[in-house]
């Protein structure tokens, strides 16, 4: 009877087990899917800041809440995606560290056995006691060399089977691959040629002495190892490429996002919302990390950059911008004031200094507003300064 309770039991735990399981998924993407059928600007992440605000405008202060949730949700999973990508190249970096230095120790296992080649030559001219010595040394260092290499190249193999293992970073990288896929199959470097060198090539031992037909065997098979990991280190180093020009098209649309999510944010706060927590999440998730130690992905990065229209060509259309609004209110300042200098000349009662007095301020006056609406161009909120000024 208690066997039975106890098996009973068992079975409705595991039934909730699997109800949980597929409960609490299920949940989370309904939760998703609720928040972004509630908000009705997010249908199209790519619309126009204009025609947004418009559509902003007659929302309440708690539809403007859901669409704050919303575009919150696009702009994290954004910045998911960018993670993703970003830990990829990491992997990437340690797989191409760990092949290299496979290529480099199959080299040297390739030195060891010429080498013993060597010793074994003068065996046979010589023949003395001694030379035998040297020949078995040399045999002995061949085989530490080559296992050194099998080894190198199973810490390689591990490492790319780490990045093939998490679903999540290999989706990142095929992403970014799906127009080169004969570079991404050959980026494997977990095919027999290579994670079984050792296998493939034959064990050196005493036979490099003594077997020639063996010697040629194993020469073959290090120059046809290492001829595959130099074809691997190739494929890497592209698939480490596009996954960093993938990188710059994030960027952009997590940029994108965030403008628009910047937008909402500002109809939420005019109207009364709380929007603290959202601005410190953007500015948390803005700008661009460089590792000035990867100089592939760092020339990729900033060229990326300059080129993207998000970017530096942004940033050059808002400087321009800048410098023309300044130049503009410049040039204004100094027609503004000739033309009221010479319109005080009416009023003879005034001072020279009073009128010299008017005149630099009207100059000066109209300068500092073109700076004030030139750093607008540059994207920078005047709110704070005309806040002060009004306080």
């Not at 989370?28 to 059928?37: D, F, G, P, R, Y």
């Not at 296992?109 to 046979?124: M, Q, V």
């Not at 199973?154 to 293992?165: C, D, G, L, P």
């Not at 948390?284 to 990390?289: D, F, Y």
């Amino acid at each position: 009877m208690i066997r039975y309770r106890h098996k009973k039991i068992s079975i409705l735990f595991g039934s909730l087990l699997m109800v949980g399981a597929w409960w609490l998924p299920a949940q989370a993407k309904q939760t998703t899917n609720s928040v972004l059928e509630k908000a009705i600007t997010t249908e199209d992440p790519t619309i126009p800041i204009e025609e947004l605000e418009l559509m902003l405008k007659p929302l309440t202060l708690d539809e403007l809440e859901g669409e704050a949730k919303a575009w919150m949700f696009l702009l994290k999973t954004k910045v998911k995606e960018l993670s993703d990508a970003e830990i990829a190249v990491k992997r990437k970096n340690r797989e191409l560290q760990q092949t290299k230095e496979a290529v480099d120790a199959l080299e040297d296992a390739k030195e060891a056995l010429e080498e013993a080649t060597d010793t074994k030559e003068k065996i046979e001219t010589e023949g003395s006691a001694e030379d035998r010595l040297k020949a078995l040394k040399a045999a002995e260092e061949a085989q530490e060399a080559l296992e050194k290499a099998q080894e190198s190249v199973e810490e390689a193999v591990k490492e790319e089977e780490k990045t093939q293992h998490d679903k999540t970073l290999q989706g990142a990288i095929d992403k970014a691959v799906e127009s080169t896929e004969k570079e991404k199959d050959k980026a494997k470097t977990s095919n027999e040629d290579v994670a079984k060198v050792q296998e493939k090539i034959g064990t050196i031992s005493n036979k490099i002495v003594t077997d020639e037909q063996e010697q040629k065997k194993t020469e073959q098979g290090l120059d046809k190892a290492k001829q595959d990991l130099e074809e691997a280190v190739e494929a890497k180093t592209e698939v480490k490429k596009q996954v960093l020009v993938n990188m710059t098209t994030l960027r952009e649309e997590r940029t994108a996002l965030s403008d628009r999510f910047e937008v909402v944010l500002e109809e939420l706060e005019t109207k009364g919302g709380d929007v603290e927590l959202y601005n410190k999440y953007i500015d948390a998730i803005s700008g661009i990390k460089v590792d000035v130690t990867d100089t592939q992905g760092t020339w990729i990065t900033i060229v990326g950059w300059l080129q993207s229209k998000e970017g530096g060509l942004r940033w050059a259309n808002n400087i321009g911008k800048f410098l023309g609004i300044v130049a503009g209110f410049s040039i204004l300042s100094l027609i503004v004031g000739t033309v009221l200098e010479k319109s005080l000349w009416m009023f003879p009662n005034m001072s020279a200094m009073l009128r010299q007095f008017v005149v630099r301020i009207t100059r000066q006056g109209l300068f500092v507003v073109g700076i004030i609406l030139g750093i607008t161009a540059l994207e920078v909120s005047i709110g704070p300064l005309m806040a002060m000024i009004g306080a």
